[in-house]
Nanobody, 123 residues
């Protein structure tokens, strides 16, 4: 079974940047569409961004569009999320997962999740 390991989170001031990374092990995801999700305290997990298996198409939630950039890593079993102009409302635990098509459905493919990485943005 595939394991998803997220990293790169931390504490940053509003307006700052962070770069998240997700690596998959146990099974290759090079032919999977991948995405990022997040869950803030007391809220349901929500879609953040998705990318096609070949990197040709990306899709973002309205709340992060223009500030976040998703990309495939050099090791195609990885997915990155560059987060700029961070806001306090971006505070959440961030998770990666494979995503269903079309990307606009914003749905995770796997029903399991990794530990996630905490992002905290102070005002």
């Amino acid at each position: 079974q595939v394991q998803l390991v997220e990293s790169g989170g931390g504490l940053v001031q509003a307006g700052g940047s962070l770069r998240l990374s997700c690596a998959a092990s146990g099974r290759t995801l090079t032919n999977h569409n991948l995405g990022w999700f997040r869950q803030a305290p007391g809220k349901e997990r929500e879609f953040v961004a998705g990318i096609m298996w070949d990197g040709s198409v990306t899709y973002y939630s309205d709340s992060v569009k223009g500030r976040f950039t998703i990309s495939r890593g050099n090791a195609k079993n990885t997915v990155l999320l560059q987060m700029n102009s961070l806001k306090p409302e971006d505070t959440a635990v961030y998770y990666c997962n494979a995503v269903r098509l079309p990307l606009a459905t914003m749905l995770a493919l796997f029903d399991f999740w990794g530990q996630g990485t905490q992002v905290t943005v102070s005002s």
